[in-house]
């Protein structure tokens, strides 16, 4: 499987128009991320990928061919719902041999990735002694089982604590080096920006943006914020010269200048360190939180 595109998906609940005309691409090797608040329909576009809801207009594309959604297309797909739910009286060893033995999976493989979540030590346990976390990484056991082609993760960070949340990444990072294809559907863009390569910001059943982290940014133009770590009697000094560039920011006691600036200002305004030598010891630039980018996004979109 090498691209997976959903093409001008229409999707209509009696006069509720969910999703309109809505395409989407995840290559193989990359991470694909869906985005937008409650109601803007990324749930309704993963259940047309998943075969659950049937789209007015338009469908699925797998290597450039129109595919249904049926068996076949469903035993290279993995799915792990925002909330998983298994049976209480079940330990999670027999949880995972009950799917294990349903798609002829081997128990040396159950054993492998009950390690690689780190529940080994709780495979024995009936799973309503387990956290949330732990019910959460066990979701992932299960969708990793047979190492699907297409992984679709739907708010798959909720209820991970940090070990979770580390199994996570290391399994993103293998679908990614092994060519597979990824899409997850979050509302925390912040925790998973570094961690995908195309991002698709859904609001009100349209698509408002697609493009990589860095390029949306761009192409909402944000300023960034650069801080120079500066010699505390030097201080006026070094805001009176910022201020050609915007307004400046003082800490005193911190001994440090702000100013947010545009990309196009950087360049020029980082000469500032060798035009007053001695002045300043330092500066970092921080670009704009995705959160910051996604808010612009949607405002632009609703404009």
């Known amino acids: 499987m090498k691209s997976v595109v959903l093409e001008d998906v229409s999707v209509s609940f009696g006069k509720l128009r969910a999703l309109s005309e809505v395409s989407v691409?995840?290559?193989?090797?990359?991470?694909?991320?869906?985005?937008?608040?409650?109601?803007?329909?990324?749930?309704?576009?993963l259940r047309v990928l998943l075969g659950l809801v049937h789209p007015d207009t338009g469908?699925?594309?797998?290597?450039?061919?129109?595919?249904?959604?049926?068996?076949?297309?469903?035993?290279?797909?993995?799915?792990?719902?925002?909330?998983?739910a298994f049976s209480e009286n079940l330990s999670g060893q027999q949880v995972l041999r009950f799917f294990a033995h349903a798609r002829a999976v081997g128990r040396k493989r159950v054993d492998a990735v009950l390690e690689r979540v780190g529940l080994s030590h709780a495979a024995k346990r009936r799973v309503r002694g387990y956290s949330r976390g732990m019910r959460q990484r066990l979701g992932v056991v299960v969708v990793i089982l047979t190492e699907p082609a297409l992984l679709v993760l739907d708010e798959s960070t909720g209820g991970l604590d940090q070990e979770g949340l580390d199994v996570l990444w290391s399994v993103l990072s293998e679908w990614r080096e092994k060519e597979r294809?990824?899409?997850?559907?979050?509302?925390?863009?912040?925790?998973?920006?570094?961690?995908?390569?195309?991002?698709?910001?859904?609001?009100?059943g349209r698509r408002v943006a697609f493009d990589?982290?860095?390029?949306?940014?761009?192409?909402?133009?944000?300023?960034?914020t650069v801080t120079f770590d500066v010699v505390a009697e030097r201080i006026d000094e070094v805001a009176e010269r910022i201020e050609r560039w915007g307004r400046a920011?003082?800490?005193?006691?911190?001994?440090?200048?702000?100013?947010?600036?545009?990309?196009?200002?950087?360049?020029?305004?980082?000469?500032?360190?060798?035009?007053?030598?001695?002045?300043?010891?330092?500066?970092r630039v921080e670009e704009p939180g995705m959160d910051e980018v996604y808010e612009a996004l949607l405002n632009r979109g609703a404009a």
Do not use: W
């Open 181 to 204: 294809v990824v899409i997850m559907a979050t509302h925390d863009l912040t925790l998973v920006e570094r961690r995908v390569d195309s991002v698709c910001v859904l609001d009100a």
């Open 249 to 283: 920011e003082l800490d005193r006691k911190e001994g440090v200048v702000r100013v947010a600036v545009s990309t196009e200002d950087l360049l020029a305004l980082m000469d500032l360190r060798a035009n007053l030598p001695g002045a300043v010891r330092s500066l």
């Open 59 to 84: 469908g699925l594309l797998v290597d450039g061919h129109a595919t249904h959604v049926n068996r076949r297309f469903k035993e290279q797909l993995g799915y792990l719902p925002e909330a998983v």
């Open 212 to 224: 990589s982290p860095s390029g949306l940014r761009r192409s909402v133009g944000l300023p960034l």
């Open 25 to 45: 691409r995840a290559e193989a090797g990359q991470v694909m991320m869906l985005a937008g608040p409650n109601g803007s329909g990324k749930s309704t576009l």
